[in-house]
């Protein structure tokens, strides 16, 4: 056979086998990799009678959907190695091995395949997060959202205690001195990809 023709043979039982098939199901999953921006994860922490905030400028997140746009599955991998406090008096500390003990243990995972819809675009998620080779289960909430076409936003809060994470030992360790709770927010947006 021509190889022109053969070419062209292959594309039209292409077309015909995708026409046959039909569109993918709904339940196909959709990959969704984090922008470069918006992308925000900050941290808030009780030191004496103040609240101070804390970031980490470096991580990146998986979203798996389904064509409908529901989520099965988010994992986040956070460089702890740049985390940044508001306070310089915190820096040293938060780096040294009372805290998040940056040489180490550099990187943190947070997976979840649990979802619950609350409200329109809100969830409910129940995932591990693995921190200073500590697993605790970690729930979150957040808004998913589309602000235009081929992007999605998602904007959420959870909780943590640091003590479930040996996060401040020694002289760290009272809640009197950092308050045992830990607030996250965050926000990111997606887009697809591989």
Known sequence: ?????????FAAFGIAAGWMLGPPAAGAAVIWHNAPSPARLVFFVQWESSTLEGRFP????????????QPRLLKVGIATRLVHFQS????????????????????????????R????????????????????????????QTPRPGALLLVGTG????Q??????????????????VTLRFRVGFIPGP
């Open 159 to 162: 909780r943590v205690r640091r």
């Open 164 to 181: 479930d994470f040996g996060i401040g030992s020694g002289t760290w360790q009272k809640s009197s001195v950092i308050g045992s709770q």
């Open 58 to 69: 470096a991580f990146h997140c998986l979203l798996e959907t389904t064509s409908s746009g």
């Open 88 to 115: 310089p008096l915190l820096e040293g500390p938060a780096r040294s091995a009372t805290w998040f003990d940056i040489r180490a243990y550099p990187r943190a995972v947070f997976s979840s395949h649990e979802f």
């Open 1 to 9: 056979m021509i190889p022109g023709r053969r070419s062209a043979l």
């Open 117 to 144: 819809q609350v409200g329109p675009e809100e969830y409910q998620a129940v995932g591990t997060l693995l921190l200073k080779g500590i697993q605790h289960p970690v729930r979150i909430q957040f808004t998913l």
